[in-house]
């Protein structure tokens, strides 16, 4: 059985994820940091469905501790799917941030992207075979008012994407990225009036977690062995 880590699982994506994979037949590491008890309850809920699940905690933007916590993952095996999915927002107009806030989105974005992705690479290469899926967001292709920190945090997962899509293009390991634009949950529906979705998305709804999940699943498939390096929107049409 492949085993899948997914970062951020304990969110409302990131939970839809982590059941979609152990749907497939993978068993799967849920993570969690500030919300640890919500990832055992995912992972728990996995289980009683008759799938295969743990938890994890750990924080991503201490390099040191994750590298701790992967070691003690990877002693039971390769992990040979990792989900990026971990990731904040803390939006205002960039005239007013200050580093901090600027600081606090890219280091759980994407320091958090190198900090958890880079101790799994060797093993995950050793078994010739692997499927790295990170999620980001549309605001890092198009951009977004007030959030420039959360937007460049984003657009250096693509570029991270790319560039290590081509390191390991020759040894059977994908790379990829998922943008997802206004998607169901806790935050849309708190963030966003239907007249405002109306206006921002051509196809005047928001997306479902479905509509994410499945692409992460095929990605993470067999079946998608030959795609590699691409940056693929869910976004309704919004670019």
Known sequence: MKRALVTGGSGDIGSAICRALAADGLHVIVHGHSRGERAAATAAAIRDAGGSAEHAVFDVTDAEATRFSLEALLAGGPIQVLVNNAGIYDDGLMAGMDFARWR??????LNGFFAVTQPLLLPMLRTRWG???????????????????????????????????????????????????????????HEFTPEVIKRLVPMQRAGLRDEVTALVGFLASPAAGYISGQILSVNGGMA
């Open 104 to 109: 606090r989105v890219i280091d759980v974005s």
């Open 131 to 189: 499927r790295i899926i990170t999620i980001t967001s549309v605001a890092g292709i198009i951009g977004n008012k007030g959030q420039t920190n959360y937007a460049a945090a984003k657009a250096g997962l693509h570029g991270a994407t790319k560039s290590l899509a081509l390191e390991l293009a020759t040894r059977g390991v994908t790379v990829n990225a998922v943008a997802p634009g206004i998607i169901e949950g806790t935050i849309t529906d």
